[in-house]
Every structure is written in C-alpha cells, then in structure tokens.
C-alpha cells in the first residue's frame, strides 16, 4: 500500500477505513459469496467517494481481456480504455480530467458520450505481484483525489485481491472436491507417516473399505504379500527421487479378493521441499487383465478342442528345449496324424467330424503327464511333446497307448467310427537339437509310419529323410505319368481249383519310371492315394482294362472275368458308379464278367456308407469281391448284408497253409463261411503244389499265384490264352 499521503482530516475518515477493513475480513471469515462480497465493496467505497462510480474488473489470466465483476453496466464500454491504462506495476493511475489528459487519446469521444470527466484505476496485486484486475472509479466531471481517497482505494484494492485469492483458492478446492468424489478411480490421501487421512467414493466401492475403517492405518493393511521387498524398495526409490511412481500391482479388498490395480503415486511437498501429503490414485483393472487373458487364450489355443495351437506349441518346445540344453535331459516329440480322417468328414459331416476330433483330443490328453504338452497343429494333426524321458522307449510305450487308446470306437449317433493314428518320433538331442529340426523329422517319421502300413508308430532314422526326397521327386513325376502314357496293366491268372483254365485274370497297375525303370504298386499306389491321383489313374485302370479284354473277345479268345482292385480313395467319389456306366458302355464290356475288389480292411471303415456304394455298383451289374480276406476284423452281421459274390483268402493265411493247423483252420472256415453266404471263393498267393492240394480239399473254388502264373504284360497272358484256346482244354467242374 502507498503510504505517502497518510494524514487524514478528520477521525470519520479514519473510522470508515476501519469499516471498509472489518467488513472485507468478516465477509471472509463468515464465507459470503465472492460476488456478494465484490458487490458490497464497490457499495461501500460509492458511500466514501462521493459522486464516484465504482466498479471491480477482472484480469483472465488465459486472454489478459479484462470482465466486468461489480459495477454500473455502463462501464463495460471502458474496458478497452482500462486494458490500455492498466499499469504493469502497482501504482494507480488517476486522470483527473477526460477532456485535457493525453492518455485518452483515441478513446476521447467515447468516454465524454458517456458523460465521464474522470477515471482512476487502482490495480488489484496478489502477494506474488500477480495483477488479478482493477478497481475502477467514474466520475460526471473532474476530479481531483484527495490522500484520504488514494488511501481508501488502496485499501479497497488490498482487500479485493484477499477476497479473489481466497475465492481462487475455494475454487480449485471445489474442483478438487468434485474431482476426489466423483472420480470412477479409486483416490486417498496419507500424511507423511503414511497414515491414511481421507479416501473418496471410488475407494470404497473398490476396495470394499470405508474411511471409518482404513482411517489413520497404512496402505500396507491391503498388501496381497505378492510382491517382494524388492519391489516396495524400487517403488518408493521413484517417489523419493522423481516425485511420482505408477506402475501395475496386486492388492487386497476386503472380502479377502486379490486384484490387480493400476496404481499413480505422487508425493505432495511444503515449501522446505519435504514430503507433507501423499495423493494415490488407482483403477481396478481385473476386466482388463480378464480380457488380456481372454485375448492370450484365443491367440494361443485351438477353439475346437482347447488345446494349445501351433504358436504355443512352438514357444513351450522352444522353452523346453532352452531348460534341456543347460540341464541335458532326454525330450521326444511326437507327431501324429489320424489315418483317412477325411472320409469321417464325408461321410458323416464337419460337424460330426469335429466331436470326434474333441474326443481324440480328451483320450490323448488324459494319457499325458502334467508337464506333457499335447498340441492341435491343424485339420487332424497333433504334435506331443515329452520332457525328461528316462529313456526314448518311454516314448514308444506311451505311442503304444496312443493306438491303444484310439482303437476304442467312437460312438456318432447310431453309428461307430474307428479312427487309427500314425506317429511319428523324434529324440533330443540325437534327432535334431532344435525345434524347427525336431518337428520336421517327427513329420518324416510319421510318414513312414503310414507307409509301414499305417496304425503304428515310427522312430526317425537319418536315412529317411533322402527316402522323403525320393518319394517328392516320385509325386512330381507320377503327376505327368498318366498324360505321358507311362502306366502299363499286367495280369495275373486265375485258374479252376484242379485245373490250369484260366477263368479270370486280374489287371494290376505298373509304372514304368524315367529312372526307376519298372516300378511296383507297393512302392507308387500310396502315393496316388494321398495325392488324389488315383482318382484319374483307377479310371484309366478300368477303362483300359476292360478295353483290352473285349480286345480278346473280338479275337476269339476265351472269354474270362476280369478283376480291377479298388481303393478306399476311388471309393470315396459319389461319381464312381457314373464313370464306371460310362466305361462300360464306351466299351462295350459285358459288366457281368468285371468283378471289383476291396480290400477287408476298407470295407470294415467305411461304415455304413460303403453299403450304398456298392449297392449302386451291383445295380450295374459287376461283381464285388473282398480282397484280403481274413486280414482283418469283419462283421459277419455286415457281411451278410453286403453285395459281394467273392472272398479272396489272404496269401498271408496260405503262405503256410500246408504246414500250419491253424491257418489250415482259418481257411477252411472262410471256405465253409463263403459258401454258406453263397461266395466263390479264391485263394492268393498259390506258389507250391501242396498248398494248392489242400486248398481244393477244403473244397476252394479257384486259386491264384506264381504256380499259375505270374503278373505279365498284356502280350503274355493273350499268349496264355491264345495257347489255352488251341489246347481246347475242357472247363472242370467248380
């Protein structure tokens, strides 16, 4: 305040500048309004300055543009004139006189239309020198102040930055307040001890705490003990040092519940920089953490059978294989594929499909140990993943309960489907010292699996993996074989039991390879089936085959039945009847003398849907027979419902037939079974006279086999029959 005029006239004056004083202060004291209190005080000084229009103008600190707080409205049109007055100091500028003071220039002719003949302008300053506005005095004509009015003003002043300090200070508590009770985080509030003084809505309904409760005690009662002393250390080393600590970390609710918050610390300090308050400010991120786990699960886990998928699979045997290279231990991985799991989905549906590939998965998994990891990879194909084996032949043991296992049928509505595997296994670290190596090699191992004849399990050996590339290059060229016409029939006779007519021959497929030279069926029909190209080339098989024998027909040969083996892939199209019609009528072949073959085996799982097939193949007129009799596990409840007119013996069963009861046994019960059915039997794999002896005391219908006659090109077997028609060899009696 500006002391320089400092005697007043009278002790009136002095007592109203006491008023004016008490007035400010109790206003404070009591808490009246900001605007209230601003309105009385421009009262107030109207009441001590005679004539004077008085009004209080703000300073935004954002713009600098001075607002009307108090006063006459008239006084808003001064405001740019105040804006250019205002001092950028503490002093009061007073124009005693519009017309003649050279401060008003410009501004001149607005202030007379107002009728205004003088103004002063009292700055309102903060304790830190801030202007915060002005105290503005109009006046009808000149005026001179006198001290008491200077001093009066000043005081005024003084008294209007307490009042707008303080109604600052109310504001941002206001905010605060509005802030620390309807805030969705959680908020409390510590002395420097620690102590907890005050927490918002937010807390409680988090926390399950009310400040009754949590008043005066330390965050500590809420520790979930999940975290170390390294981690407190660390947090209060950050509010120590920087002021503030945010961070994830785990705390207790009331009920006992553990949760994950996400948790801001600062630290509130006094003027000397020490700690006075702590302000804490957190979220209850459990959703956040559920969701994250939600999002992990589905980012590493198949959706269908709830096992890990393929980025899991890789990353747990990446980890297993870290822990075994610091601490050697021994770790297989298995790779493992269902066999022809494609005709579960045809035949029965994706859907159906699926509910077996869930309970593959549940039978495979209930065999594991707890640090076993079992993976879905894709489509039917699983890989294991074995730590710390004693030995490898624990891996083929649990191998072995795998086929164990999966022999069980699966029940899909009214009907039973048998789902085999092939598995394949790698060792480390004698297989592969890394995963992509290991995998790669557990896949090769399982693929000699399926060509030893699927339904088992195959260790890798180093010598496979040129036998893959073998088999690559063999794909490659088998898909030109066909266009390039290096595909050539033999056939084999089949002869009367007792006799050497032959009644019959059977057309088996060779492959004459660039390189190879002549290929066997055994070593190239795996490969069509897998590839889908025995689809075109049993199509050719056929046609070509019922081409050449109505061949010999027209040259007057004899007439013999003709018989082409069938796959289970040729089997699995539902146009096989219609190309087969077609082939028959292209070329002419009687379909009475065409007799198909399928092999036990693919006969008992195809299920019910084999019956419809080869229904609609009897309703053309050719012949079934079942190939490999005796190979496998037929029901005789399904066979008497079956189409078929012949049973060939397995040639496994009449290798030792002569010297062997009970393959004596076998054969005579097929023999017995065929005929009480109303079947023609045939015996394979005939190469010495006694086995041929016994097979017509059993009452066999007909045999082949080397002593017969071996697989020859087509040139040879018409010279056969060319030979057989000269000798005119009378038919025996079957």
Not at 313 to 322: C, S, T
Not at 510 to 531: A, S
Request: proline share 4%.
């Amino acid at each position: 305040m500006n002391h320089s005029d400092q005697e007043f006239v009278d002790t009136a004056q002095l007592t109203q500048l006491l008023e004016l004083q008490q007035f400010i202060l109790g206003s404070i004291a009591t808490g009246e309004r900001f605007e209230h209190i601003i309105e009385q005080l421009c009262g107030l000084i109207g009441s001590m300055v005679p004539d004077a229009s008085v009004s209080v103008m703000l300073l935004k600190q954002e713009t600098e543009v001075l607002t009307l707080q108090a006063g006459p409205a008239f006084l808003t049109e001064l405001l740019p004139y105040f804006e250019t007055i205002l001092p950028a100091g503490s002093d009061a500028v007073y124009v005693t006189d519009v017309a003649s003071d050279s401060r008003l220039n410009g501004l001149r002719e607005a202030v007379l239309r107002l009728s205004i003949g003088a103004c002063w302008s009292i700055p309102i300053v903060s304790d830190e020198q801030e202007i915060l506005g002005t105290l503005a005095v109009a006046f009808a004509g000149p005026q001179i102040p006198t001290p008491f009015h200077k001093r009066i003003l000043e005081t005024a002043a003084y008294a209007a930055a307490i009042t707008i300090k303080n109604w600052r200070r109310e504001q941002r508590l206001l905010q605060w307040s509005t802030v620390f009770d309807d805030a969705n985080e959680g908020m409390y509030i510590t002395g420097s001890d620690g102590s907890i003084l005050d927490v918002n809505k937010a807390f409680t309904r988090i926390t399950g705490y009310n400040l009754e409760e949590v008043h005066g005690n330390n965050p500590k009662m809420m520790s979930s003990e999940r975290h170390d002393e390294t981690f407190y250390k660390t947090m209060w080393g950050s509010i120590n040092t920087t002021g503030k600590w945010q961070g994830e970390i785990w705390n207790r609710r009331k009920d006992g519940e553990i949760y994950p918050q996400w948790l801001s610390v600062s630290r509130i300090g006094n003027r000397q920089g020490q700690a006075y308050n702590y302000v804490a400010v957190f979220s209850d991120i459990s959703l956040l953490k559920e969701s994250e786990h939600k999002l992990f699960y589905l980012a590493h886990h198949d959706a269908l059978t709830g096992l890990p998928n393929r980025l899991l699979m890789n990353a747990r045997l990446e980890h297993v294989l870290g822990q075994a290279k610091r601490n050697p231990t021994c770790i297989a991985v298995m790779f493992i594929d269902l066999d022809r799991f494609k005709y579960v989905n045809d035949t029965y549906g994706h859907a159906q499909g699926d509910r077996v590939l869930i309970n593959v998965a549940k039978r495979l998994r209930s065999l594991l140990r707890e640090q076993d990891t079992i993976a879905r990879i894709g489509g039917d194909e699983f890989v294991v993943i074995l730590e710390g084996l004693a030995q490898s032949e624990d891996a083929a043991n649990l191998a072995q309960k795998f086929i164990d296992a999966l022999e069980q049928p699966f029940q899909l509505a009214d009907n039973e489907v048998f789902v085999t595997p092939s598995i394949g296994i790698t060792i480390f670290p004698e297989d592969g010292r890394t995963s992509e190596i290991l995998l790669k090699n557990a896949d090769i191992a399982m693929y000699r699996a399926k060509e030893q004849g699927r339904h088992g399990f195959s260790f890798y050996k180093s010598s496979m993996t040129d036998k893959v590339r073998e088999r690559l290059s063999m794909e490659t060229y088998l898909r030109r074989a066909l266009e390039r016409n290096q595909f050539e029939l033999f056939y084999q006779p089949q002869v009367l039991a007792g006799s050497p007519e032959i009644v019959g021959v059977e057309a088996l497929l060779r492959w004459h390879h660039p390189e190879l030279g002549l290929v066997m069926p055994g070593d190239f029909i795996p490969i069509l089936e897998e590839t889908h190209l025995i689809e075109s080339v049993g199509e050719w098989e056929l046609s070509e085959a019922c081409r050449k024998v109505r061949q010999w027909d027209e040259q007057g040969l004899p007439r013999v039945r003709l018989a082409v083996n069938l796959s289970a892939r040729q089997m699995l199209p539902s146009s096989l009847g219609r190309n087969l019609g077609m082939i028959l009528r292209v070329t002419g072949f009687d379909p009475r003398r065409l007799e198909l073959e399928i092999t036990e085996h693919s006969l008992m799982n195809e299920g019910e849907r084999i019956v419809g097939l080869l229904e609609a193949l009897g309703d053309l007129g050719v012949s079934l027979a079942i190939d490999d009799f005796g190979s496998g596990y037929s029901s005789l409840a399904r066979l008497k419902r079956l189409p078929v007119q012949c049973l060939k013996i397995d040639s496994k069963l009449v290798r030792d037939v002569s010297v062997d009861a009970s393959d004596q046994m076998i054969c005579q019960a097929i023999v017995a079974l065929g005929h009480s059915l109303g079947m023609r039997v045939i015996a394979e794999g005939v190469e010495r006279s006694e086995q041929s002896r016994f097979l017509k005391s059993i009452k066999c219908d007909e045999f082949q086999g080397y002593l017969y006659g071996r697989p020859v090109p087509a040139f040879a077997l018409e010279k056969m029959l060319r030979e057989q028609a000269n000798k005119s060899i009378p038919r025996a009696s079957s």
